[in-house]
């Protein structure tokens, strides 16, 4: 079984300046308290091929997990797919950014998870919490980005 959460997101920021943002992986643990550790290999600007590799902890339990950059189209089109082999990974995800008047940026994050092996008994389990979550994370996204973005 495999399924999507998603959720959307106005932040106050110029899109170009939030896909800069976003694409850099390494500030995940800005927003998402999931995400102990990252890194991105090689250690140079983000491109197709990059791949970012973390520590998280979800339900107490800590896991490596290695996410590789599938598309980058700029301003408006990140994509991933997690080629580290976990119980429950993501398939495909991605951020869709649209401009908005007045130098805001819509964006359009979604995860979509598949179970392996045991993690196909829990991969429902798991994608309920994430679209439980999802609004939330959003937030989260908004405030982190506008935290770190300098306005204009």
Known sequence: MAGQFEAVVEIDRPVEEVFA???????????????LRIERVPDAPTAVGTVFRSTVKDAGVKSSRE??????????RIRWTEVSKNSVAVREGGYDLS?????????????????????????????AAARKDADAFGGRIKK??????TPR
């Open 67 to 76: 996410f590789r950059i599938t598309e980058l189209e700029a301003p408006v």
């Open 21 to 35: 943002y976003l694409a850099d992986g390494r500030n995940d643990p800005q927003f998402s308290p999931r995400v």
């Open 99 to 127: 401009e908005l008047p007045d130098g805001r940026t819509r964006v359009r994050l979604f995860n979509v998870l598949e179970g392996h092996g045991v993690g196909k008994l829990i991969v429902g389990l798991a994608l």
């Open 144 to 149: 982190a980005a506008e935290a770190a973005i």
